[in-house]
């Protein structure tokens, strides 16, 4: 479900705020990001807010991503320091691999001490990523809730994973670059964006551009098509009259196509795709 928030100004500095807060708590932070838009996906000053933590970053979504990407983007992360895992959290995909990392970094944190402690941490990424799905998947839906702790915020609760790690239940919802307008546009794409306040012809026309040129192969194949035009529209017409989805007086219904094109393309129907390349 997209999270709808009005991000201000202030409301910003109190999530900086609520995060630093909380990062003083944990040993490492997860940060979500979508794999099909690993650029688009990640708020702007992310290293700046979870500076000097461990992170592990989780391409989410692998199930809908080009896998050859996710590789390129996996080895691109891991020289910044990060440690990476590919996921899919809807399908649970990567969640061995992930309690694998996990377990390497717990002990770790407890070699050369007399008594062990599990490992804490803390989820961020901006809305719809699949911060609430990892969650899910790392405790399942019952998952044990430890009250509060010393030194722990009232209220906040503490998930026990079945390896005795512990997870802040709420994730950092961090807000997404909005200045750049491709990222606007991209996580609208995705779906991340509700279609309501753009215009999906032309989201979908956009998006057609983007295929043509990047995955013409996938497009041709799913919608049938004998070759690419040069121009979107052309190639949005003609999946559209391939489709059938024409309108009374033998109109064109551009709405009808847009939808399709935008649910088929964010269900991975049309393919595995990823939208920004390094
Ligand atoms: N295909 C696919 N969908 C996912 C995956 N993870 C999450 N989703 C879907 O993405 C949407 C947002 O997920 P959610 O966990 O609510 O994201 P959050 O806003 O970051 O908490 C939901 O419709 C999920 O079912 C995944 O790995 N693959
Ligand atoms: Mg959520």
Redesign the pocket.
């Given at each position: 479900?997209?999270?709808n928030i009005n991000w201000y100004p202030g409301h910003m500095k109190k999530t900086r705020e609520m995060i630093q807060q909380n990062l003083k708590m944990v040993d490492l932070v997860i940060e979500?990001v979508d794999a099909r838009i690993p650029v688009s996906s990640r708020n702007p000053i992310i290293d700046d807010i979870v500076s000097g933590k461990k992170r592990i970053i989780i391409l989410?979504?692998?199930?809908?991503s080009d896998k050859k990407a996710n590789d390129a983007w996996a080895e691109h992360f891991k020289k910044d320091g990060n440690l990476v895992v590919t996921?899919?959290?809807?399908?649970g995909?990567g969640v061995n691999q992930l309690l694998k990392v996990l377990e390497k970094e717990e002990a770790k944190k407890n070699e050369e001490k007399a008594v062990k402690k599990p490992l804490r941490m803390m989820i961020v990424?901006?809305?719809?990523?699949?911060?609430?799905?990892?969650?899910?998947r790392l405790t399942g839906k019952r998952s044990a809730q430890v009250g509060d702790r010393p030194g722990v915020t009232r209220g906040k609760q503490w998930l026990t994973l079945k390896n005795g790690m512990q997870l802040l239940d709420t994730?950092g919802?961090l807000w997404p670059k909005f200045e750049d307008p491709k990222t606007g546009i991209n996580l609208a794409y995705c779906?991340s964006i509700k279609d309501e306040i753009m215009d999906i012809a032309t989201l979908a026309m956009e998006l057609i551009g983007v295929l043509a040129e990047e995955y013409p192969d996938l497009l041709m194949e799913r919608y049938k098509l004998d070759e690419i035009l040069e121009m979107p529209l052309d190639n949005m017409e003609a999946i559209a009259l391939k489709r059938g989805f024409i309108l009374p007086g033998k109109r064109i219904d551009y709405e009808r196509c847009a939808k399709t094109v935008l649910d088929e393309f964010r269900?991975?129907k049309i393919g595995n795709i990823t939208l920004e390349r390094l």
């Open positions: 479900m997209i999270e979500v989410n979504k692998s199930d809908l996921m899919n959290c809807m399908a995909g990424g901006v809305p719809n990523v699949g911060k609430s799905s990892l969650i899910n994730p919802i779906g269900s991975g």
